[in-house]
């Protein structure tokens, strides 16, 4: 009688290695590989108390980003933060990485400055990129990253490049001509008149400055109003402003798809264009903002935008 034996080459699993190296292979194919594991490593980081929740997606995706971001995001039954970053390949030539933000009602956003940083930091912290200075994909375009300050090859301190400035309607959006620019105009929300100046920093941004330092019943109540007013049909950021004795800017920040943050980049990049403009500061100015300070520089020989300031890593985890 013969007994039936199953060779081991049929019963054979594939290792934990093995399957990485496909998702590896599949990946520098370009194909997107949907992570199916039971837990997502993950990374939790701030840049001036704007947290957001980091995963090395450079491999392999997560399933259903809207859905996790909504409840990695939850401050009382998930991780906690602004949004999640996923930290992926770049498909741009000469470009190794990319970032992809999601806010924490499950919206995707094109970039944020506090969020760059710390993917900066993520990157040259674990040698996935060695030179001080190098490019990241965002979904505003192509943006170089610099650190500043490092000790041991941990940085302290990043300087982005955060672009030009754009103003005109039709690129930040905005109703209305879409060759013209709003800067320094009257604009109604409800029954209450504010002075606005609106452009884009790769996302739409509404600044408005004050006489007095801006109130919980101004940010909370009218943050939201503005954000979600039609005229600005992909809705946007809203900065609420109070230029300091000392020269120094006092912002708050109500963020599209969040809610006050501690701080936004892409809106202190905004303040810094939109101060200048209107005669408050001028190229080169401190922003103070709810979760600590960032210097700014809007730059005149190459239009661009820069800021420098503190990325700092919290916890690492498992998500399960």
Known sequence: MKVA?????SSKKPTRKSASSARKRASKAGKVVTRRTKGIPFVKMEGIGND??????????PENLPDLARRMSDRHFGV???GIILIRRS?????????????????????CGNGLRCVAKFLYDRKFEKNENFPVETGAGVLTVTVTEQQSHVARKIRVNMGPPRFLRGEIPMQGDAASKC???????GNREFIITALSMGNPHCVIFLDKPPTDDLVLGFGPQIEKHPMFPRRTNVEFV??????????RTWERGAGETLAC??????VCVAAHLNGLAGRKVKIKLLGGELDMEWNEQDNCVYKTGPAREVFSG???
């Open 5 to 9: 034996r199953n060779k081991r080459k």
């Open 52 to 61: 957001y929740v980091y995963i090395d997606a450079r491999d392999s995706v």
């Open 80 to 82: 906690g933060s602004d």
């Open 91 to 111: 498909s741009v030539k000469g470009v190794k990485h990319r970032m992809q933000m999601l806010n924490s009602d499950g919206s995707e956003s094109e970039m």
């Open 183 to 189: 800067l320094i105009e009257p604009f109604m929300v």
């Open 242 to 251: 109070y230029k300091q004795p000392d020269g120094t800017l006092l912002q």
């Open 265 to 270: 980049g892409t809106g202190a990049s905004a």
């Open 318 to 320: 498992v998500w399960t």
